[in-house]
């Protein structure tokens, strides 16, 4: 970054009308902020576009007199040398007013406009105050929740929400008790004093859903349960889910760095589980400071330097703002000169830390063992249950799974209550280490064989498949279930295709490999509901 750019940036995608400055010669970031705060309920759409028009003039005029007061050049020149604005994802009204005014003020001052993808720049938020040089981003934020890793000049979704962000989520249960706009800081407050409650795990891969666990809460509370023992739940499985998934994709990418986004990880509790997830495993974990986790115009303006030394500007007429903005549609020109994740493990590894699990690995005797540790992040009774039911399911479709055509490895030895296993020792490598399009193809035929005997594989990513020669195995089972559900089928083949995207340099005809190799065996109708479950815009706001 040039060491003298300085950029104003404009954010107001949902509820905080917020302009900043960024001096890179200082690292310095001023922000104004003017939040929207609802009477009752969550966010109204009309409401905050309101609040926009009086509050977006009010928070860049006084940036701007920031970046007046503090500009050292002739005062002929302009304070600033362009202006970024959050182009979306977020609410249509609210992202027009905030691209108006960018406009505005580009053609008054005569400097470029830089147009910014609001979760991108929550990543790059973290990476900049973090110093890290290739994490792994979990955003979790009102409307969003999402992993993200740098691949082949773009962020590449490894995992998402299949139904609402995980602030929505938390805002539905509170406006369902009856308390106002935000509902995060209030299930905090009343965690506190909470005990835990059962409710819904649900984790496919590194995909996770809130629906059911938000109905079963609802229900909880209806039926008397305390408040403050449902709250306590929400958090410890909602964030558990989170830090799991997180785990997943460290795993996958073989990155050791992970980075927080979104207003979601002002919550202690998750910053907490998340630090206790990476340095069980040997990782790092930044959270930037508060006022950069919420929405805020600091990461707009930090990210538009960024974009704005790269060369990635934006003429009058393509500034259109996006209200389903996709991170992975921005080519990311600011790290073009950056490597990509390393992946794969080191030759002659004889223990490998997966996402779970340790696993030991004896090749001379045909034998590997694996140990599901116990996760300290989570509250002990569901980690207890969640290693006992998965390893006996890894045991019950890795056996089942074989019986049905599908190599995996031969089960030698389960104890459940230790959550142990003792396997056939199989492959020469991960499918993640070497990918080719038959190898790809065959899992395309093996996932469709799961699937006609009626279960899921849960996690099919391309670190749980084992090559040998021309032969793939199917290995860790621990997330599969038995369902005849076409949706279930679908959403593991989705699970599949993201594992490609997130770790192949051309990932396309691969992509096209696992779809060939299903239509073989399975049915037509489970790649149709792909193209639907792709097809789905998850990141609009549904405030």
């Given amino acids: 970054m040039s060491s003298d750019t300085r950029i104003l940036g404009i954010e107001g995608t949902a509820w905080a009308a917020s302009a900043a400055v960024f001096d890179a010669a200082r690292d310095d970031v001023f922000i104004e902020s003017d939040a929207y705060q609802p009477e009752s309920g969550g966010i109204h759409p009309r409401e905050a576009a309101e609040h926009m028009h009086e509050a977006v003039p009010r928070v ?273 020109t600011w790290r073009r000169d950056e490597p990509d994740l390393a992946v794969g493990r080191a030759d002659g590894d004889t223990q490998v830390r997966g996402a779970e699990a340790l696993v030991d690995l004896e090749p001379e005797r045909g034998r590997v063992t694996k140990r599901r540790e116990a996760k300290t992040y989570r509250h002990p009774e569901l980690d207890d249950r969640l290693r006992r039911e998965r390893t006996t399911l890894e045991a019950r479709l890795t056996s089942l799974a074989r019986r049905e055509g599908v190599p995996t490895p031969v089960l030698s030895d389960v104890d459940p209550l230790e959550a142990r296993l003792e396997l056939e020792y199989v492959g020469e490598r991960d499918l993640r280490a070497g990918l080719t399009a038959a190898g790809v193809r065959d899992v395309g035929r093996h996932l469709a064989r799961l699937h006609g005997a009626g279960f899921v594989h849960g996690d099919p990513t391309t670190r749980n498949v084992r090559v040998d020669g021309d032969r793939t195995y199917l290995i860790d089972f621990g997330l599969g279930y038995h369902t005849d559900h076409v949706e279930d089928y679908a959403m593991d083949l989705h699970v599949f295709d993201q594992s490609l995207v997130g770790t192949a340099d051309d990932p396309e005809p691969l992509r096209e490999a696992v779809r060939a190799g299903y239509r073989e065996v399975g049915e037509e109708r489970v790649l149709e509901r792909l193209r639907d479950v792709e097809g789905r815009g998850r990141y609009q706001s549904d405030a």
């Fill in 60 to 332: 860049v005029e006084r940036a701007l007199e920031h970046a007046r007061e503090t500009h050292d050049g002739p005062a002929s020149e302009p304070p600033i040398d362009a202006v970024a604005f959050s182009r979306g994802p977020g609410l249509g009204p609210c992202l027009r007013v905030v691209g108006t005014a960018a406009r505005a003020l580009s053609q008054a001052l005569s400097v470029p406009l830089v147009g910014v993808n609001h979760m991108v720049a929550h990543l790059e938020i973290g990476r900049h105050t973090s110093g890290f040089d290739a994490p792994v981003c979990l955003n979790a934020s009102g409307a969003n929740a999402h992993l993200l890793a740098y691949r082949n000049g773009r962020y590449r979704v490894l995992g998402e929400t299949m139904d609402t962000g995980v602030g929505n989520a938390i805002d539905k249960f509170t406006r369902h008790v009856g308390w106002s706009h935000p509902g995060g800081p209030k299930v905090e407050t009343a965690a506190k004093d909470g005990e835990y409650v059962d409710l819904p795990y649900v984790v496919k891969g590194m995909d996770f859903s809130f629906s059911g666990i938000m109905s079963a809460a609802k229900q909880r509370y209806d039926d008397g349960v305390p408040v403050e023992d449902v709250c306590y739940s929400l958090q410890e499985n909602i964030f558990g889910m989170l830090t799991e998934v997180s785990e997943r994709a460290l795993s996958l990418t073989g990155s050791d760095e992970l980075v927080l986004g979104g207003g979601v990880g002002q919550n202690a509790r998750l910053r907490e589980m998340l630090a206790e997830m990476c340095a069980q495993r040997g990782a790092r974990f930044h959270a930037p400071e508060p006022r950069f986790l919420r929405d805020n115009a600091g990461m707009i303006a930090v990210l538009g330097a960024k974009m704005y030394d790269a060369g990635d500007t934006l003429a009058l007429e393509d500034s259109r703002v996006d209200p389903d903005f996709r991170p992975d549609q921005v080519p990311v």
